[in-house]
């Protein structure tokens, strides 16, 4: 049980395009979803915090109008990269919690490089 | 401000020996504990954790960790070391129910055979 998904996997795209990145809650309601942005050999860092319905909350120093952030429904969040630049290049990962629960459950991960 | 501190950059320890990784946080309150393993290019995948009662909990794989309230530390443990250990582990700490986690650096595990 609590497993998340995220696609794509991986993904390369030109300086200037946008990309969306999927996390589904594939057998549980996810009522909070998370962001991560991971650089190589660090932590992660918390991009934007969303619930379902509602506008997420980001993290201070995120840009709200480059990384846009839908929650659509309890079991669905996207993360699009708006005009994504080479400093962009990253591993996105999302998260997951459904009522009740005191952990999250993460997605495996999406590697984004920007060309 | 809230921290989780992880002291050891890299862990090395020979296969089927223990291991320990350790963590220490600053948090006030009674906050919840959370020990995740991440392997190259993955996402995080949970161990354990700490939400109250018995300080000592066992979570997946063969690990453990043990709680110490007057340290302030969550330290995790394994009794033999695989080779498969090997990987990213992060301890993370959530200050009450309704806040967001703060994860620690990170510790890399190296199980040598």
């Known amino acids: 049980g609590a497993v998340v998904s995220q696609h794509p996997s991986w993904v390369i795209c030109k300086s200037g395009t946008s990309v969306k990145i999927e996390c589904r809650s594939l057998?549980?309601?996810?009522?909070?979803m998370f962001w991560y942005r991971q650089f190589p050999k660090q932590s992660l860092m918390l991009m934007a915090t969303?619930?379902?319905?509602?506008?997420?909350?980001?993290e201070q120093g995120v840009e709200k109008d480059k990384f846009l952030i839908n929650h659509a429904s309890l079991t669905l969040s996207t993360l699009t990269v708006t005009s994504a630049h080479p400093e962009d290049s990253s591993f996105y990962i999302c998260s997951a919690t459904e009522t009740g629960a005191y952990e999250q459950y993460f997605g495996p991960g999406t590697r984004l490089t920007v060309t | 401000a809230q921290s989780v501190a992880q002291p050891e950059d890299q862990v090395n320890v020979a296969e089927g020996n223990p291991l320990t990784v350790k963590c220490t946080y600053s948090?006030?309150?009674?906050?919840?504990l959370f020990w995740y393993v991440q392997y190259p290019n993955r996402g995080l995948q949970f161990l354990l954790k700490y939400i109250t009662g018995d300080n000592l909990v066992k979570g997946s794989y063969g690990f453990e960790a043990e709680f110490n309230k007057s340290q302030t530390s969550f330290h995790l443990k394994k009794p033999s070391a695989l080779v498969s250990d090997s990987a990213l582990y992060f301890c993370?700490?959530?200050?009450?129910?309704?806040?967001?986690?703060?994860f620690g650096p990170g510790t890399r595990l190296s199980v040598l055979p």
């Open positions: 948090v006030s309150g009674n906050p919840y």
């Open positions: 057998d549980f309601q996810a009522t909070t």
């Open positions: 969303s619930n379902e319905g509602s506008k997420a909350t980001y």
């Open positions: 993370a700490v959530r200050p009450s129910y309704g806040q967001n986690f703060v």
